[in-house]
């Protein structure tokens, strides 16, 4: 089982429709969860991180943290075709000396 | 307030040669490291770095590859011999310390290797 777990996609929305984007993790001890976006060709670049169970809203973005399930998740509403890119999950995972593990990405598309 | 900055941005090398990555972090940030991204694939740490202190290298083939960090601040990834398979994108990231949260990534350093 790999530490950090994401549906690779492509996810297909149309433009204005709510996205959703999953992970989950192995490590039940993880602390600090994060989402980066990644456009074709270029970095990183985070857009959202939670540390507490629930929800955590910053603009038409929406993280969700289930610790119990060892679930995080990642709203986008009003979908726009900017946000096309990869998502990627991170955890920080003291099992892994406090270091951020990666999932794969799911590549989201956003259809005008 | 520059970035995380990289060089080269590409790079083909043959087989058997050897390569190195330079990576300056943003100025403050201690923690630095150094991340190996295949294509479709998530960043997979490579080592990091606490100031000059190597803390977890435990994923650096240490056969081939090599880093440094020597006053705490830019760093060296090295590869000698490179191989096919190291072909992929080489990613720098630093932050202001351990736990901190948020990793800035510089743009990255493509290797191709024939």
């Known amino acids: 089982q790999k530490e950090v777990e994401q549906n690779s996609g492509p996810l297909s929305v149309p433009e204005g429709a709510i996205a959703s984007l999953n992970c989950t993790y192995s490590?039940?001890?993880?602390?600090?969860f994060f989402w980066y976006r990644q456009y074709s060709g270029k970095s990183p670049e985070l857009i959202m991180s939670?540390?507490?169970?629930g929800d955590k809203e910053d603009g038409r973005f929406t993280a969700q943290l289930n610790k119990a399930s060892q679930y995080v998740s990642l709203l986008i509403r009003d979908s726009q075709p900017s946000d096309s890119a990869t998502y990627l999950c991170?955890?920080?995972?003291?099992?892994?000396?406090?270091?951020?593990?990666f999932g794969p990405g799911t590549r989201l598309s956003v259809l005008p | 307030e520059a970035g995380v900055v990289q060089s080269p941005r590409y790079k083909i090398i043959e087989k058997k040669q050897p390569v190195a990555f330079w990576c300056n972090p943003i100025s403050g940030h201690n923690t630095l490291y150094w991340y190996l991204q295949n294509l479709g694939q998530g960043p997979e740490l490579l080592i990091r770095?606490?100031?000059?202190?190597?803390?977890?290298d435990s994923q650096l083939p240490k056969d081939r590859f090599s880093a440094e960090r020597l006053k705490g601040v830019d760093s060296t990834l090295k590869i000698q011999p490179a191989e096919l398979g190291d072909s992929a994108v080489y990613l720098c990231a630093s932050s202001l310390g351990e736990n901190t949260g948020e990793l800035f990534f510089g743009e990255g350093s493509r290797l191709t290797v024939l």
């Open positions: 991170a955890v920080n995972t003291p099992n892994y000396g406090q270091n951020f593990v």
């Open positions: 770095y606490e100031n000059e202190e190597a803390v977890d």
């Open positions: 939670i540390y507490s169970n």
């Open positions: 490590d039940r001890v993880s602390q600090s």
